[in-house]
């Protein structure tokens, strides 16, 4: 089975812009989380997609927002970039339940 | 948001040691998770705990669930150099935040051969 993979691996970006990332489910997974992960930080959780409607949200802006295809892959979308903004982005894959979380290697995005 | 605390921040130990490194949250959770992440890769996980007091083995590593759902522990036996990388510890409380991960803030383990 595929494991979850993402786009772009690396990204770099300037202040004020957008940027939209992208991310394949594993095999048999039909819900995707997304978190951000400051360096020599933990992973912070962003939001939860389940049937293409977000299902938990975190303490991040509405600038961040996401969308789920009836495929279950997921892009997630930030609006007006900061510079703090800059982080590898992760996604994570999983059945129904929330367990056995399988992540991705994530998209290292950088803000200048 | 929301972190674990995780300790410690980091270690450097020689091949063949044991290693230690534990978790503790203000907040209960029904989940404990510890994965391992290492440079240019997203976490993998290692070993997962569903009830309170339970005790897991995967190979060399052992992680317990703590009694008050507030900490959990991981043990690595005779280290090796492929055990090093960021070691974090993950809490989830699923009948209330859907599935999300509140991830410690990670334990570098540097291991010299």
Redesign the interface.
Known sequence: ETGVTQSPTHLIKTRGQQVTLRCSSQSGHNTVSWYQQALGQGPQFIFQYYREEENGRGNFPPRFSGLQFPNYSSELNVNALELDDSALYLCASSRSGGLGYTFGSGTRLTVV | ?Q??N?SPQSMFIQEGEDVSMNCTSSSIFN?W?W?KQEP??????LI?LYKAGELTSNGRLTAQFGITRKDSFLNISASIPSDVGIY?C?G?L?ET??????????TQLTVNP
């Open positions: 948001g972190q674990l995780q989940t998770l994965y240019g890769e997203g976490p993998v996980l997962a974090f993950a989830q699923r935040s859907g599935s999300r991960l509140t991830f410690g803030e990670g």
